[in-house]
């Protein structure tokens, strides 16, 4: 997420090099080629070649959803699936029983952040500027803010 959120913030329009990336973030270029190769992929981003290539996001940064680019780097969004108890522990106990439905009830909220959170939020976020509502795309509008906010207390409320 941390490569995808530099791209967008420093393209301006224009294709960004993984090398300068690399430099910004001291993340291996070999590893950046792996990444940017699966999200491309996963329409992502875009390769330009030639002199002043690099990559572009493939689609406008407020319908680029974070979950889009997780999945695109086969990331495990689901903190509920690999959920295992230890050999002695039967999966039947309160114990983990409770365990497994916090995490899957997490694992819900996390879908709806990831799927609600575009690349756009963030990097607005990030600049300290207001979302404009066009009421198009993935997030549309003050109604998206309301609900991550909403996510964000529920997400606080389950933790606490």
């Not at 190769?37 to 290539?53: D, F």
């Not at 799927?115 to 795309?137: F, M, N, P, Q, Y």
Request: glycine share 8%; proline share 2%.
């Amino acid at each position: 997420v941390r490569a995808i959120l530099d791209l967008t913030f420093n393209s301006n329009g224009k294709p960004v090099r993984l090398q300068e990336i690399s430099e910004r973030q001291k993340i291996s270029l070999h590893y950046l080629e792996q990444l940017f190769r699966r999200l491309r992929k996963g329409n992502v981003v875009k390769s330009v070649r030639g002199p002043g290539g690099g990559y572009l996001l493939a689609r406008s940064m407020d319908d680029i959803a974070v979950k889009d680019v997780l999945l695109s780097v086969g990331e495990n969004i689901n903190p509920a699936r690999d959920i295992v108890g230890p050999t002695d522990v039967k999966e039947s106990t309160v114990e983990f029983v409770l365990t497994k439905t916090y995490f899957e009830n997490l694992a819900v909220l996390m879908q709806e952040y990831l799927e609600t959170t575009t690349l756009g939020d963030l990097i607005r976020k990030a600049r300290g500027e207001a979302k404009i509502s066009t009421g198009t795309g993935v997030n549309a509008g003050n109604a998206n803010t309301n609900q991550n906010a909403d996510l964000n207390k529920r997400v606080e409320n389950d933790l606490s």
